[in-house]
Nanobody, 124 residues
Framework: QVQLGESGGGLVQAGGSLRLSCAAS????????MGWFRQAPGKEREFVSG????????EYGDSVKGRFTISRDNANSTVYLQMNSLKPEDTAVYYC?????????????????WGQGTQVTVSS
């Protein structure tokens, strides 16, 4: 059974940093591209970042580019999202997801497995 477990969310002041982790089990992690999405109340789920399994290529949503960094540790089946210079508009539930496509997709239906999410709240 595939499981994705996010951690590292919390409450932080604007300008602060958080590091999210997503531990995967039940799948061959090195063969899956990984992504982070977020959803704020009343809004659609939004692509945040992705990292491909094939060459480790990364993609970022326009709203987080230059502030967030995605990375992966295949040995520990974990993907990370380092979030710096956080803004109140970054407040959302953050989800990690795994996709069998070889590239880092921005398209949520291409992701096969999802975690339960972790809340990130940025106060002004």
């Amino acid at each position: 059974q595939v499981q994705l477990g996010e951690s590292g969310g919390g409450l932080v002041q604007a300008g602060g940093s958080l590091r999210l982790s997503c531990a995967a089990s039940g799948l061959r992690f090195s063969s899956y591209s990984m992504g982070w999405f977020r959803q704020a109340p009343g809004k659609e789920r939004e692509f945040v970042s992705g990292i491909a399994w094939s060459r480790g290529n990364t993609e970022y949503g326009d709203s987080v580019k230059g502030r967030f960094t995605i990375s992966r540790d295949n040995a520990n089946s974990t993907v990370y999202l380092q979030m710096n210079s956080l803004k109140p508009e970054d407040t959302a539930v953050y989800y990690c997801a795994a996709s069998s496509v070889y590239y880092s997709s921005r398209y949520s239906p291409q992701y096969d497995y999802w975690g339960q999410g972790t809340q990130v709240t940025v106060s002004s």
